[in-house]
């Protein structure tokens, strides 16, 4: 696109520039192909166009060994943890100029944040080889073994220390999780055990090419070796330019210690299927040219094939089509004549698609709102949280899954409905939602053996259970798919027991045939209810002993009252024991006298705490009424009773099991429970006079 530096600048700004302010030069402003990594530097760019002008043929990129061994990058074992794969060349005599290093630079700072993945997958290293000395050594060491000095330091670090060095470097701190995590990082070595490079965070000092450098080794350290591939065929092809023999690489041998093996890294198409492909009707060489101005090397092979060799550069080509893409661009997609297909055809939807559309739009129009989840889910979606031990069997697993959320191919609809009802419970009630979409089941007749199958799954979500109004919404669709409720012809529901489903409320939908296709049920209810209204009971616990601590325990009255009552009681209870089964009235009297006085300093004790209590009783009466407007009507969960007793739990019950529980727990471990024999005497001393004069004197 031609424009200039002052109309870019307006464009951004909105407004005019003055005249003396930027220049209007006319500059080209090109869109790079996300597959032309050979486009992103000026040296492959301007190569490119050239080609295309016919002004230079397509360089013959030369593979050339030298007259010693080839350079060796030895990879142990204990790389393939972190990064398994390292890909190596050497540039021989190149002459760098300050605008060819800062291209040199740049390319590869653009080749990290693109096809790199920002260094997680391919890590790019230069070096001055000769600074250096072959064969270097590939391994991963552990952070506290690595010391050397940095790119632009000048005193030695631990790979430890680099991290903490780094963390607040704008460029490299980003990079700094790809292997912080790792017990051990890989790091380059030469035949001196002088480090080169820790990729992917930062190269050596030692080893750093300057503009003086002559002979530059190149290193790729990566996990996909695909990609580390075109990043060093990319750097090599376009900066050999600079050799005294120009577009000539030396190879580097790479040898893998695990397996022994080694690596050495520096199509013919028929004309008439490129013109059926394209809409053209080219001759060979006149297809030969227009190849050949996209930096293929192309020839007449015969007058209805072309031989093609594909250089280093285009590593885009992955097949026919991509030949013939490149033809239609150097001829020109706007030469092409707009005409009918030959064949006469009428293009109609999928029987089972139109169904799916014509359904979603009568549900919709009904009140029900459609969800779209992943076709992917967690094993415990399947099996653990829909109940089902056997549904793993008839999955289909991920065989490399990269999270735990994507590990298997949904077998029902139900997870991900649930998952959306989960994260939107903060919207106003009731939750009417659906979804029609496939499921993935396994079938060996398949030739992939698994097939997809459409699915209708809803539900409804409100303070009760609403199975009245899911069975509305089954009648309302099998009334769209001219279904009538009959046993005869029809469908119809029958009682079922389901793992999934709350026993005795699960029945089968029944159609003609009598085959069963689907379910009506109310589910279990959900854990995350439970937990919340634990976490409320553990809340307000906390909150209640909080304020009795700051009302209450810390005051001298009550802790003088508290101490009073530990002591009286402990005197009570050695003189039971003194006295044991004695009828002596003296004894007696004393007794009765120090029961008195121990309940009236319980009664002192009481009363202190009432005023607090009362205040304490009345806010969380306030906000129990408020939880239990938001429960209200929910079965919350199921108790584990045997027989047919009722069975569900709201909240008011399961939150006041809660709360007893929790608080007195929570008084133990906060100290501000009373002693066991306080706990013995205050219940003796309300008990009814009979049963204290049987206990004491019988």
Sequence with gaps: ???????IVEKERGQACSANELCDSEVYKIDIPANRYDLLCVEGLSRALKVFKNEMKTPNYVLKRPKGPLQQIVVTAQTAAVRPFVVGAVLRDVSFNADSYASFIDLQDKLHQNICRKRTLVAIGTHDLDTISGPFKYTAD?????????????????????????????????????????????????ANGIVCSMPPIINGEHSKITLQTKNIFIEATATDLQKAIVVLDTVVTMFSQYCAQPFTIEPVEVLYEKDARKEVYPMMVRTCEINTKIGFQLDAQTMADLLTRMSLKAVVATDNTLKITIPPTRHDILHEC???????????????ILRLPESNTVAEAFPLNKLSELLRGEVAAAGWTEALNFALCSRDDISIRLRDDKALDKAVHISNPKTQEFQVARSSLLPGLMKTLSSNRDMPLPLKLFELQDVILKDSESEVGARNERRLAAVYYNKTAGFEIVHGFLDRVMRLLDVNPSKEGGYYIRACDNPTFFPGRCASIVAPGGTAVGVLAVTFPMLSDCLLIIAIALCTALAGEGLTYLLVYRSDQYKRLKAEME???????KKKQ???????????????????????????????????MFAIGLAFTALLSTFNSIFDGRVVARLPFVGDDMRDCSFIFLYILCTMT?????????GFAPSRAMNRQQGSSWAPAQQQQFNYFR
Excluded at 1 to 7: G, H
Excluded at 161 to 172: C, I
Excluded at 322 to 336: R, S
């Design 1 to 7: 696109m031609q424009t200039s530096e002052k109309a």
């Design 142 to 190: 552990l952070p506290k073994d690595i010391r050397f000095i940095p790119l632009n330091q000048t005193k030695e670090f631990t790979a430890c220390e680099l991290m903490e060095l780094y963390s607040t470097d704008s460029h490299l701190k980003s990079y700094l999780p790809i292997i912080r995590d790792k017990e051990r990082y890989p790091v380059i070595y030469d």
């Design 322 to 336: 991509d030949i013939a893409e490149d033809v239609g661009v150097a001829y020109g997609f706007n030469k092409l």
């Design 567 to 573: 002591k009286k009681t402990k005197k009570l209870e």
């Design 578 to 612: 003194e006295v044991g089964e004695a009828v002596d009235k003296n004894a007696k009297k004393r007794l009765e006298r120090d029961e008195e006085r121990l309940k009236a300093t319980n009664r002192d004790m009481s009363m202190f705490k009432m005023k607090s």
């Design 662 to 670: 929790i608080r007195q727990n929570l008084q133990k471990a906060l």
